[in-house]
């Protein structure tokens, strides 16, 4: 019986031991206190700025996008700039000025003894290209041949209709092993 009573106490303060609160008021308490000593700083939002509204009058102005006046200006700076550079309609195409620059390949050089001629690839086709042709789809004619680049001259419109002159060139390409 002092046994059963035994385990009755201790099973009594074990759950008064469980009901404490275990240093939380503490906790609490000190939480609650700087809760009430911190105050919040908030700035105003500024005021917001007055939005003047303006009436645009369009009736009297010039509209700047009307096309007879940019075909007009575009003219005028046609006959102003008129350098009288333009490609050659007339003459036969060559076979190398079907295909886009972009798609050639200086794949080496020939010397005939007369002239150096370099080789263009385009495709799987080898083309000459000598001092005076023409190549690519821009009026390209070539000015010089070298044993490492073709260099030529396009003739090509600019945003107004004019034609500029542009130089572009083709490297050697280094074989792939």
Same mark, same amino acid.
């Given at each position: 019986?002092?046994?059963v009573?035994?385990? &009755?106490?201790?099973? !009594? !303060? @074990?759950?008064?031991?469980?009901?404490?609160? +275990?240093?939380?008021?503490?906790?609490?308490?000190?939480?609650n206190?700087?809760?009430? /000593?911190?105050? $919040?700083?908030?700035?105003?939002?500024?005021?917001?700025?007055?939005?003047?509204?303006v009436? =645009?009058?369009?009736?009297?102005?010039?509209?700047?996008?009307?096309?007879?006046?940019l @075909?007009?200006?575009?003219?005028? &700076?046609?006959?102003?700039?008129? +350098?009288? @550079?333009?490609?050659d309609?007339?003459?036969?195409?060559? $076979?190398? /000025?079907g295909f886009?620059?972009?798609?050639?390949?200086?794949?080496?050089?020939?010397? +005939?003894?007369?002239? &150096?001629?370099? !080789?263009?690839?385009?495709g799987?086709?080898? =083309?000459? $290209?000598?001092?005076?042709? =023409?190549v690519?789809? +821009?009026?390209?004619?070539?000015?010089?041949?070298?044993?490492?680049?073709?260099?030529?001259?396009?003739?090509?419109?600019?945003?107004?209709?004019?034609?500029?002159e542009?130089? $572009?060139? @083709?490297?050697?390409?280094?074989?792939?092993?």
């Amino acid at each position: 019986m002092k046994l059963v009573k035994l385990a &009755l106490l201790s099973q !009594l !303060l @074990l759950l008064l031991s469980a009901c404490g609160d +275990n240093g939380v008021g503490e906790v609490r308490e000190w939480m609650n206190q700087v809760k009430r /000593e911190t105050q $919040a700083k908030v700035k105003p939002i500024p005021e917001p700025k007055v939005f003047v509204p303006v009436s =645009y009058e369009s009736t009297g102005l010039i509209d700047p996008f009307d096309p007879v006046k940019l @075909l007009a200006v575009f003219a005028r &700076l046609k006959a102003e700039k008129d +350098n009288g @550079l333009r490609p050659d309609f007339d003459r036969p195409k060559e $076979a190398l /000025e079907g295909f886009p620059l972009e798609s050639m390949r200086m794949v080496g050089t020939f010397d +005939n003894r007369k002239t &150096l001629q370099g !080789l263009v690839q385009v495709g799987k086709a080898i =083309y000459p $290209a000598t001092v005076g042709s =023409y190549v690519g789809q +821009n009026f390209g004619k070539v000015i010089s041949v070298s044993e490492s680049r073709i260099d030529l001259v396009e003739t090509v419109q600019d945003a107004t209709g004019e034609w500029t002159e542009r130089k $572009a060139s @083709l490297e050697l390409q280094e074989a792939k092993k």
